[in-house]
């Protein structure tokens, strides 16, 4: 039975009269899941980080077994760096691919090499883009998509430059950084206008690292560029656009949502009531099941618990802009059955 059958509208318009702010049948569920497509369509991480048909065929029977409102479409969050010529790679056929090697940037003659992007021939962005157009083919007209443009400029500059030479960087070169982070700006510019125009109903993209900085340097360092990606996004596609920050984000929650992003993934770590409070109401969140803990590690019977705590919590807050979700990655290892339980809550 589809969800047209339930509810009289599909699982994409659910999603996006969510996002909207507008009166749906009942609370749409989008987990963030990734390489947990692999691992039950029983192939390996490299083949489904390298291959667009293997991706896509992932995400299809990952959809037809669960019946997610929304899908992702993502391999790793290196696509962009391997673009902008980063050595990228996997130590073996289950382990997702990270970068390998010496940093690519560490001067500035390495910034003013990296060339311009072009999506349509870059390292993998080819693939990720046929990925995505296979799913739109198979999935479009009822299943919201998310794609995933991988990283903003900050979080996208520290795998090119590596985590603490970008620390450094910050205290002893913040004109570098700011540099590199506006080639990044460039990149991920293109890439979400390419995702959107092969299909996509949003765009996503992580800023991790930024928030392992101090709330004092994410707003002079981090906050800014993400306000531009998003606006300029928003601008060239007329898609939303969402900001995930993994961990505990509640310090800087309110500078996250000044960002201009329409959705906020938030992790297990904030707490959904106070999201609720200091989000405001225009903004979408996304989340926040803990992946591990709850997904991964408890029964059914926790699952659907978690999942109606997290109901009653934005019911009572009165928000209307919320999509239940895991508030990361899902773990490999999560077991079919809690995925079972927690869609199954929302769909009553």
Not at 19 to 39: F, Y
């Amino acid at each position: 039975m589809t969800d047209r059958d339930k509810t009289g509208i599909t699982s994409r318009e659910i999603v996006a009269r969510a996002l909207s702010g507008l009166e749906t049948p009942r609370v749409p569920a989008g987990p963030l899941a990734v390489h947990i497509c692999a691992r039950l369509a029983g192939v390996t991480l490299r083949r489904y980080t390298s291959d667009a048909r293997t991706l896509a065929e992932c995400v299809i029977r990952y959809h037809e077994r669960f019946r997610p409102d929304a899908v992702w479409v993502s391999a790793d969050t290196w696509v962009s760096a391997q673009a902008m010529g980063a050595t990228v790679g996997s130590t073996g056929e289950d382990q997702p691919f990270g970068g390998i090697g010496e940093p690519l940037v560490r001067t500035v003659a390495d910034i003013e090499r990296i060339p311009p992007p072009n999506p349509m021939s870059q390292g993998r962005y080819p693939m990720m883009l046929d990925a995505l157009q296979r799913v739109v083919a198979a999935l479009g007209r009822d299943v919201f998509i998310v794609a995933c443009f991988d990283q903003y400029p900050f979080s996208l500059a520290a795998a090119l430059m590596g985590i603490n030479e970008i620390m450094l960087k910050l205290v002893d070169d913040p004109p570098f950084v700011e540099a590199l982070m506006e080639r990044c700006m460039e990149y991920g510019l293109a890439y979400g206008r390419a995702l959107a125009n092969a299909g996509a109903d949003s765009l996503s993209g992580g800023d991790s690292p930024a928030g392992l900085v101090g709330p004092r340097l994410y707003r002079e360092v981090a906050l800014p560029f993400e306000k531009r990606l998003i606006a300029d996004l928003k601008s060239a596609t007329g898609k939303p656009v969402s900001l995930h920050i993994c961990g505990d984000g509640t310090p800087i929650l309110a500078d996250m949502a000044s960002s201009g992003a329409d959705v906020l993934e938030i992790d297990h770590k904030v707490d959904l009531s106070l999201a609720c409070k200091v989000v405001p109401p225009q903004t979408a969140l996304w989340g926040n099941l803990d992946p591990v803990a709850v997904l991964a590690q408890g029964n059914a019977a926790q699952v659907r618990r978690a999942v109606r705590e997290a109901l009653e919590t934005v019911k009572a807050h009165g928000r209307r802009r919320f999509v239940l979700s895991s508030g990361c990655t899902l773990a490999v290892e999560t077991p079919p059955e809690n995925l079972e339980a927690m869609l199954r809550v929302c769909r009553g």
